[in-house]
């Protein structure tokens, strides 16, 4: 009974140290978020800033893809597929259908959301001119 407890002490020693393994994750370097009512904000680049929203782990491209939901997000085919007034409105940025419908505060897409930074982002863009820079 003794060598019992003594072995089912190392066990459970044993799964202590080695069973609460924890890997830290660092986060990625995401672009700054720029305020979209600053006029000295630096310029938000659609290729740097932009487009990887769209394609970063499938976020947008898992649905908005070649022969998929339109637009096409796509990394070289969504400047082309967002470009239009039904996706971007310059005269007023905030409603443009590109910010407002996966806008995270919104409850027109159930599917995946912008984050809060990534909208900001988004925003900024638009109100910048909605250069394919």
Known sequence: ?????????????TFLFTGCLYNFILPEDAPPVVDPDDPDAPEVSFVEVIEPI????????????????APDLTTGKAYASINSARYINSATPEESKIYTHPHPD????????????????????????????
Not at 1 to 13: A, E, Y
């Open 1 to 13: 009974m003794k060598k019992l407890k003594i072995l089912l002490s190392i066990v459970f020693v």
């Open 106 to 133: 919104t409850d027109t897409h159930k599917q995946k959301k912008y984050t809060s930074a990534q909208a900001a982002q988004i925003l900024v863009w638009i109100s910048q001119g909605a250069k394919n820079n």
């Open 54 to 69: 769209f394609n970063n782990s499938n976020y947008c491209t898992a649905c908005h893809k070649t022969g998929g939901t």
